[in-house]
């Protein structure tokens, strides 16, 4: 788990910015993860939701191993005979 307490603070308030009403973290956060968003989150005022640009300029580019479901092969199910 390499997300900071500060960059999670970010990902926090651009979440809440976005009209994200639930904030929390998974597996590999921390009491000072949580500390840390909650503080940013109290300190920060309510601004704009972020453009898509501005977000990427914030924690890099979106990137995605999985293709939309357009882009996959149609495949067929098969049964499986028992």
Do not use: W
């Amino acid at each position: 788990y390499d997300g900071t307490p500060d960059l999670m603070a970010k990902y926090a308030i651009m979440a809440r910015d976005s009209g994200a009403k639930i904030i929390g973290g998974c597996c590999g956060t921390k009491p000072e993860h949580l500390a840390s968003m909650r503080n940013a989150l109290e300190a920060n005022p309510i601004k704009p939701a972020p453009t898509l640009e501005q977000i990427e300029l914030e924690i890099g580019p979106f990137s995605s191993s999985m293709k939309p479901v357009t882009e996959r092969k149609n495949q067929k199910r098969r049964r499986r005979r028992v």
